[in-house]
C-alpha cells in the first residue's frame, strides 16, 4: 500500500459516492483548494489510474474502486463518541402529548423577581 494524503482522500471519498463523476470546480467549492494542490492531487490519481478524466469530468476507475472497498479503514467517516449526559440533568421522561411542568421550587426566587 503507498501513502494517501488527506487531500486525496477527500477526492476519492467524494468521488466514489459520486457515480456520475465530478467536475473539478465541484471539488475546488466545495473543498476550497487553490487550483494547483487539487491538479496536483487528480494528477497523482490519474498516474495511479484512480482516475480518469473524460469531456470536463473526472471519474473514479474500477481500480479507484476496488481501492476505496479493499481499505475502508482509510475512507470511513469518523465519528466522534457521544458525550454521556450527566444523571443530574436527566429526568423522567415524558410522552409527546404529556405537557411539562417545571418544578417551581427549584427554579428560585429570582427567575420570578420582576427585574
Do not use: C, W
Not at 457515480?19 to 466545495?30: A, D, N, Q, V, W
Not at 449526559?85 to 421550587?105: A, H, L, N, Q, W
Amino acid at each position: 500500500m503507498f501513502y494517501l494524503d488527506t487531500t486525496t482522500k477527500k477526492i476519492l471519498n467524494v468521488l466514489y459516492k459520486a457515480s456520475k463523476g465530478l467536475e473539478p470546480y465541484t471539488l475546488h467549492r466545495k473543498f476550497l483548494l487553490p487550483p494547483g494542490t487539487l491538479y496536483g492531487a487528480l494528477k497523482r490519481l490519474e498516474r495511479r489510474e484512480f482516475v480518469t478524466f473524460h469531456l470536463d469530468r473526472i471519474y473514479l476507475t474500477e481500480i479507484g474502486r476496488k481501492y476505496i472497498a479493499g481499505n475502508p479503514e482509510l475512507f470511513l467517516q469518523r465519528r466522534e463518541k457521544a458525550v454521556k449526559i450527566p444523571d443530574e440533568f436527566t429526568g423522567p421522561v415524558i410522552s409527546v402529548d404529556e405537557p411539562y411542568v417545571p418544578k417551581v421550587r427549584e427554579l428560585g426566587k429570582s427567575f420570578f423577581s420582576k427585574k
